[in-house]
């Protein structure tokens, strides 16, 4: 009871301080991440050691395990279609680069062994994942040629690092075997775990269709949970690292069609286990060991951050871009990655190096995650300075948008309107994407050729994975009136400049939902009124464009006619229709018993006849405007007329089928 009530206050401390730290690094506009490795260093084992080392790690694992689990999650077969081949070679130099360059330092300078040099050069190549992302999504320049380049290269980064951990066990001796019953006992738990996914990947789809048909948000977050510490749970129990099971389970969720919600009912968990990690990181920092070598650590980190810039910005321009968009990749990926602390970690448990290299490391890994969460917010204006200054070439080359997303149109909910809507834009060619929470509705836009995200649009990071950060119009066409105004009100903070188009229901919602951010609210009924209406004047051969005043008229001020707004405010639209009931423009097509066949426009005399005056005279698409008096008409032309509607009937009695002669004479 007393070990449990020791927990909890450590628990509030460490939360604590980690607040307040991380709203006076946002105030400072500087990222939370480094609040959270301050507040570790403050309260760690080494400060003020609020927290002992032992539980320092347990939080350190607890953490780990769910962000490796997200990190799964996110290395989707579309995210390695996305990578391209500019960005396989871009990471391939700069990974064997800097594992080259620091596994030679590490042997003739440190004098370390050969696999304690390369799990350091390993480790010290990785950029890390967490900042980056955190950074670029939180300017909003994920879609950006520097993002693309920085995500592309991050998950593949990742991926190295799962087949490394994946690797580490056959290289481990265990107490009192020998080296083959070692490798043979890894081979098996390998085998085993094969085994499992293998199992996993078929059972996986079916419970996941369960759990849609007959559970709700809280089962896919309790089912995601349980993945990420099941996965670890079961790969500690055959001796593999932790985190690699849960990221495993990420990776075989990554795979089924509802990997964007389970990734957003768990957002909300893994920032705050993101930040664990990062306060348990800090709290590992020895700091009498960089108050001893403090001088020779700072020469190493800088040498770190410099070295992987240059070799960063030399392999991005190596890829096919240009020099500007390298120096900014290089930046932002100089960092060394939390995956450093896992391997070295791993490594020490497993006996292959001693526990002085992590008390070396992790100094220089939190050192690189603080100077280098400064350096990136502040990439692109370094990497445009250092073009031209030195006059490298075009601080503008390339395109600093990706291209097509700024196009698309985000559509949220695939019922009668969305598919409708879905369809209108495919037809002319504008790209899109559906979100839909409801299965079957989804399966509909695949089967129409659609875009879809499936998952709650209410969720920030749904319409984030839509694309919303860069499209060019969001459509919420949802029936749930709660979830359509969070909805509009979350696009709206996230984007202030787009269109966002509601169609509703509820005609008392329309004002809520102009106040929540919504550029126009269409209501079902008022429309369904609007077009009874405009159908009937048509009915009635009312010219067309009266019956588009009344339905301008009809909308105007949010559709304020239409619900009762005072005359005094409507007094300018009065006047409009007025002008559009005294002038109309008509067209008039000349069929081969029309009077107006193979005559003048002078002799056809419609202006004194009728009052009428012809405008243009439209032949085969192409008009004539202000045609002469001598214009001749054929059967086909198409007439433009303008007058007043009374003047416009007399002009089609005059334009009308010609009287047979005979006929009239017999009569």
Known sequence: MQHSAEIFSQSAILFGTALVAAMAFRMLKAPSILGFLCTGILVGPSLLGVVDKEEVEAFAELGLVLLLFVIGLELSPASFARAGRGIVVMTLVQLAAVMAVVFVFSTAVLGLGFIASAIVGVSISLSSTAIVLKTLSDRGEIQTSVGLI????????????????????????????SVMQSVFEAGAGLLIMIGVVALL??????????????GGPEFTTLFAVFMAFGGAAFAG??????PLGSCIAGLLLARADVRHQLVAEITPFRDVFNALFFISLGMLVDLSFVAEHGVVLLLIIGTILLFKSVVTSVAVVAGGWPLRIGIQAGFGLCTVSEFGYVLVREAEGAGLVDETLPRMLIPVIVGTMMI????????????????GLFGWGDSEDGEEEAEGGAQRVVVVGYGVNGKSLGCVLKAT???????????????????????VVIGDGTRMRILEEAGLASCRALVVAVNDKIATRRIVTQARVLRSDIPIIVRTAFIEELEPLLACGATTVIPADFEVSIKLFAQVLTELRVPDNVIQAQIVAARAGGYGVLRGVPAAQSESLQELLEVFRMTATQTFYISERSQAVDKTIAALDLRARSG????????????????????????????VMVGSHSELDAAQNCLGEAVDEDSSSAE
């Not at 991050?154 to 265990?174: I, W």
Request: charged share 15%; glycine share 8%; hydrophobic share 50%.
């Open 201 to 214: 990947r078929v059972l996986l789809p079916r419970i996941l269709n369960l759990l849609g048909r007959h």
């Open 429 to 451: 060619r504008i790209p899109c994407v559906v979100v839909e929470m409801n299965r079957s509705l989804a399966q509909q836009a695949v089967g129409d050729d659609i875009d």
């Open 150 to 177: 920085s995500t592309g290269n991050l998950l593949l980064q990742d991926v190295y690092v799962v087949v490394l951990m994946l690797m580490m066990p056959f290289f481990t001796k265990s107490p009192g075997n």
């Open 372 to 387: 280098g969460a400064i350096l990136l917010p502040l990439a692109g204006v370094a990497s445009r300075a250092l073009v």
């Open 237 to 242: 129990a055959f001796g593999w690292p932790m």
């Open 612 to 639: 009428v005056s012809i405008i243009a005279v439209v032949r085969e698409g192409k008009p004539t405007t202000n045609p002469p008096a001598d214009h001749i008409l054929r059967m086909g032309d198409v007439l």
